[in-house]
T-cell receptor, first 108, second 114 residues
Framework: DAKTTQPNSMESNEEEPVHLPCNHSTISGTDYIHWYRQLPSQGPEYVIHGLTSNVNNRMASLAIAEDRKSSTLILHRATLRDAAVYYCILVNTGKLIFGQGTTLQVKP | DAGVTQSPTHLIKTRGQQVTLRCSPKSGHDTVSWYQQALGQGPQFIFQYYEEEERQRGNFPDRFSGHQFPNYSSELNVNALLLGDSALYLC?????????????FGDGTRLSIL
């Protein structure tokens, strides 16, 4: 299973944009890039996914590098409720292989 | 529209016992996956059920088994419990048509082994 690399932690100020990076240099052509987040005491929550093109939804945007070896999850205006562990996962067989993720702290 | 529901929310067992955890998928979903999450770690994939069959399995011993029913709900069974089985067990559901569909998670069952 292809692996991803994320920073262990990041900090952001409330109401400012947040860019969460993910490296996946061994990505294959059939791997989709998925992002999930996990708030304290909850199960993971799907955020967004994409294959080659940038994607937007009500929660976030996903920017995918042209060579697909990296991607960035963008939260346009961070709120305190966005404080969570964010996981970047490559998916092509239906199973999710979670790494350690990035713990995002949002300061008021 | 109910999401993924898991029961019970908490459970305490002793070493050597057996346990059954239950999961009802989100309405319209036909695929159920199970994950184990130890404290401070990311979830680890146990197995996935589709059309009442185990479609794929992670690196877990045979003590971990499962079942999917015709209504798509699922059970996770763990035999001969070990202290190391203490964890949060998460169920996720998705549509089985493609293998990259997003998964929707329940809030898990917290299993403690004494």
């Amino acid at each position: 299973d292809a692996k991803t690399t994320q920073p262990n932690s990041m900090e952001s100020n409330e109401e400012e944009p947040v860019h969460l990076p993910c490296n996946h240099s061994t990505i294959s052509g059939t791997d989709y890039i998925h992002w999930y987040r996990q708030l304290p005491s909850q199960g993971p929550e799907y955020v967004i996914h994409g294959l080659t093109s940038n994607v937007n939804n009500r929660m976030a945007s996903l920017a995918i590098a042209e060579d697909r070896k990296s991607s960035t999850l963008i939260l346009h205006r961070a709120t305190l409720r966005d404080a969570a562990v964010y996981y970047c996962i490559l998916v092509n067989t239906g199973k999710l292989i979670f790494g350690q993720g990035t713990t995002l702290q949002v300061k008021p | 529209d109910a999401g993924v529901t898991q029961s019970p929310t908490h459970l305490i067992k002793t070493r050597g016992q057996q346990v059954t955890l239950r999961c009802s998928p989100k309405s319209g979903h036909d695929t159920v996956s199970w994950y184990q999450q130890a404290l401070g770690q990311g979830p680890q994939f146990i197995f996935q059920y589709y059309e009442e069959e185990e479609r794929q399995r992670g690196n877990f011993p045979d003590r971990f088994s499962g079942h999917q029913f015709p209504n798509y709900s699922s059970e996770l069974n763990v035999n001969a419990l070990l202290l190391g089985d203490s964890a949060l067990y998460l169920c996720a559901s998705s549509s089985g048509g493609t293998r990259y569909e997003p998964q929707h998670f329940g809030d898990g069952t917290r299993l403690s082994i004494l």
